[in-house]
């Protein structure tokens, strides 16, 4: 069964309305806001909804016309309830999903000149020893945390030169295979 009441839905700033300063403060103001302080929208209508049940559990079968107002009244609760629950992790999660690209962006900037791998004006060379040890320190990092998803990370930023040096290696081992076996 489907929700029944629709709240209006409020819509936060996108993270491209904020400078680097002010988004690393808008991410701090809203993990301080989720770690210690409770949404008054949340606490209202999760009070509200026990008041609601007391009520109900109190009122015997001749009130049948009140207990169905009461739980009219608890559905629309319930609605405003999760709504709210889901517009405060919604927008936290947009915002840390935009400021972790941004993170990967700068990060690819810097390894490799733009912000692909094929159209970057470093050398090779340069760009695969540099990829090699992102791809190193976070292996360390996940090897020594036992979880190798730590290594998204670096496959994030530079998985197109690894893969570009690992099918090199791989030409050169099929290449010294062929003059040595012939």
Known sequence: MGKNYSTSSASLPGPAHFSSDQ?????????????????????????????????LLILGDDCAKEKNCIKEKMLQLSDIYYDALDALKSGKKEIKNEAANGVIQKYKQILYGVVEFEEGPRSREEIFIEALSIYQVNFDYANEVNDVGKCIFAWKIAGRALCALYANARRRYHCLLEIYST
């Open 23 to 55: 988004l690393e403060h808008e991410l701090f103001q809203q993990f301080i806001t989720a770690r210690f302080h409770q949404s008054n929208i949340i606490d209202t209508a999760s009070d509200s909804c026990l008041a609601f049940m007391d009520r």
